[in-house]
């Protein structure tokens, strides 16, 4: 098959807020992906969502298949941007369809269907302008982050707050910064773990990954924050959190917690590939934090190869069977 690989380059520019390319992808990402495309027989073009003739190029180039990573640009729908595009031009691609990836964006859209199919999910409270009134049910301590924003960016160890006045600090500082709504939620004391299912003629759920941040005391980080994910196994920083792929679970609560994931991607209407990430309390219960529909595919550090190779996959295997499964519900995203 012809492949477009679509994406955005991570790039460093001093100009910009620290966090502002942590979605994006490196180049030795793009560069496995494309690699392990070639691998497996296909041409592969390498198309940046950034340049000026994205359009023209889809429209003078014919290519069976788009393997799409990208983020998009800006806006609430922005991972919808090029899925759209494709849509329009009647190319499939790889990955979730352009609803259910700018629902999954959208952090308190998403938990509203999860309370609704009855999928366990943090109790939340979302502020617009930053001054309305607390709701009297939401418990300390509580986590600060923004509505939609992926990559845990704007998230900090000083985003859990246990205060009142430290918890309005705290939103209206996001607002500011990221222009967007600010979601709050009740902070989960527990297990961090993370499901990926892939559906390659069937649908797979990965052996479930434990992330252990005791590890991480000399960070003074304890969750997946912004900065664990982007520094995560600097020794200098102390932040080196241990996996465990499977995840140290019962069989029983292994079952609970696959079963929670493979809800959430049916929920939201997810293709090929999705990852969900769960705080599994003290007392079981497997809290959904969020779905990711578009997520990070980096060979070395990316939590869903991990879990790939945890299930056996080489990482080529794990990029064929994302694209036959696009190949197989051809034209029905």
């Known amino acids: 098959m012809k492949i477009a690989l679509t994406y955005n380059l991570k790039k460093k520019d001093e100009t910009k807020p620290v966090d502002y390319f942590s979605e994006f992808d490196s180049q030795e990402t793009i560069n496995a992906i494309a690699l392990a495309l070639k691998l497996k027989g296909h041409s592969v073009d390498l198309i940046e969502v950034e340049r000026q003739d994205l359009f023209p190029y889809f429209r003078n180039n014919r290519v069976d298949m788009v393997f799409n990573i990208a983020e998009g640009k800006c806006g609430k729908f922005r991972e919808s941007e090029i899925p759209a595009i494709l849509d329009y031009l009647k190319i499939p691609y790889t990955g979730s369809n352009t609803f259910s990836l700018a629902l999954a964006l959208n952090k308190a859209l998403t938990k509203k269907i999860l309370k609704a199919e009855n999928i366990p999910t943090p109790h939340f409270q979302v502020f617009v302008k930053g001054n309305e009134e607390l709701d009297p049910n939401l418990r300390f301590p509580s986590i600060v982050k923004p509505n939609r924003e992926g990559s845990a960016k704007g998230i900090g160890v000083s985003n859990v707050v246990n205060t009142k006045a430290s918890l309005y600090d705290k939103v209206k500082e996001i607002i500011e910064i990221y222009k967007q709504e600010v979601l709050v939620e009740e902070f989960i004391e527990g297990k961090e773990l993370t499901v990926g299912i892939l559906e390659n003629g069937k649908t797979t759920i990965l052996p479930v990954l434990e992330i252990d941040f005791s590890s991480c005391q000399k960070s003074g980080e304890y ?111």
């Open 223 to 333: 969750f997946y924050s912004w900065r664990m994910k982007e520094y995560q196994g600097d020794t200098e920083l102390g932040l080196v959190p241990t996996m465990h792929c499977p995840a140290r679970l019962d069989e029983d609560t292994e079952k609970l917690v696959k079963d929670t994931a493979f809800k959430v991607h049916q929920a939201l209407g997810c293709f090929d590939i999705s990852r969900t990430d769960i705080r599994l309390s003290e007392d079981n219960v497997p809290y959904v934090l969020e779905i990711n529909p578009l997520p990070g595919l980096n060979p070395k550090e990316s939590n869903f190869p991990i879990m790939a190779y945890a299930a056996g996959m080489k990482y080529e295997d794990l990029i064929e069977a994302i694209l036959m499964s696009a190949s197989e519900r051809k034209g029905l995203n």
